[in-house]
């Protein structure tokens, strides 16, 4: 029977096949290190963090021949060292209700990932509320309603079209009187019209501070990793509109592609709180660099 196929060929999986297992042994050269760089630049880790790595490689190596895992090796290194500094998990305060303000274009993931934070803080034994800040749209509300649901996690809702920012008030008193630990409350994410929506962010930020001047205590900027280079866009986009203290990056499922990840940690330095792998509530996983860094180069 022929192996399965791999379900997400690394970059370097596509440069050498399975040479691997039969460590073939090439001189590292020019043409190769530059083949490497643009495999690294295909993956969305922009030129100039490609050109690092692939430097970093040839340091002391040129000339010398090395095994196809050794290569690898030394690659996911140099990418795990990257993204060690931004590995960190969403940092919990004491205070009640903590205000994790979820932002992000639409599309993105905000609703799923949502529901999965509900679904995780719920199973660690914290009483979560989510407000469905995306007044604008029924269906975005009607999502959200569903992952409450399966998350057991109630949904606040306002009339569709209603301030958003005074929806977040609502949540914040209604959260603060029956002592929930958590409240999420999603945004938002027309970016076609890009003007009304930071106003309306900004208006929302600005009303969350009155009625608690340490809140938003997180604010999660949720990104496509399939979007590719788009994400940095975004980030510039959403920090100057809100206060980004941290990334969830979903459908890393689905790519090759995920460079974008260390480009955002070269540029950005933002932490990864989680990764999106998946559409269902449990396919939400803490960011691992070193897993991360095999993947992408495996
Ligand atoms: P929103 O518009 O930002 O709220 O985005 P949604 O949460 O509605 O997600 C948009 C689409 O992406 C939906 O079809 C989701 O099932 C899908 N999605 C979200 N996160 C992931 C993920 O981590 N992996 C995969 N494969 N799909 C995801």
Redesign the pocket.
């Known amino acids: 029977s022929t192996p399965e196929p791999a379900a997400r060929p690394g970059l370097l999986g596509r440069l050498f096949g399975r040479e691997e297992v039969e460590v073939p042994r090439r001189a590292l050269d020019d043409a190769m290190l530059e083949e490497i760089e643009d495999l690294l630049v295909a993956s969305d880790m922009g030129v100039g963090t490609a050109q690092r790595v692939t430097a970093n490689l040839a340091e002391g190596r040129m000339g010398r021949r090395l095994s196809v895992p050794e290569i690898k090796g030394v690659l996911a290194g140099e990418v795990a060292r990257i993204m060690d500094g931004v590995a960190r998990p969403m940092p919990l305060y004491p205070k009640r209700p903590q205000v994790v303000l979820v932002v992000?274009?639409?599309?993105?993931?905000?609703?799923?990932?949502?529901?999965?934070l509900a679904s995780q803080f719920r199973a660690a034994g914290k009483t979560v509320v989510i407000a469905a800040g995306?007044t604008f749209r029924a269906a975005?509300v009607e999502?959200?309603q569903v992952?409450g649901q399966r998350a057991g996690v109630p949904v606040l809702t306002a009339a569709q079209g209603s301030d958003p920012a005074s929806l977040a008030y609502d949540a914040m008193e209604k959260a603060g009187r029956d002592g929930a630990d958590l409240l999420l409350i999603?945004t938002a994410?027309r970016l076609q019209n890009r003007q009304d929506l930071m106003e309306e962010l900004a208006k929302i930020v600005r009303v969350i501070r009155k009625k608690d001047p340490s809140a938003p205590h997180n604010t999660l900027l949720?990104l496509?990793?399939t979007t590719g280079q788009n994400a940095l866009s975004q980030v510039e986009i959403f920090q100057k509109i809100a206060d980004v203290t941290g990334l969830v990056m979903?459908?890393?499922?689905?790519t090759a592609k995920g460079g974008v990840l260390v480009a955002l940690a070269d540029r950005f330095g933002l932490p990864i709180h989680a990764?999106?792998?998946?559409?269902q509530i449990d396919?939400?996983a803490p960011f691992d660099p070193e897993e991360f860094a095999r993947a992408l180069t495996g």
């Open positions: 992000g274009v639409n599309g993105s993931g905000k609703t799923t990932t949502i529901g999965k995306d975005a999502q959200l992952w999603d994410g949720v496509d990793a979903t459908k890393l499922d689905g990764i999106g792998v998946g559409e396919d939400l």
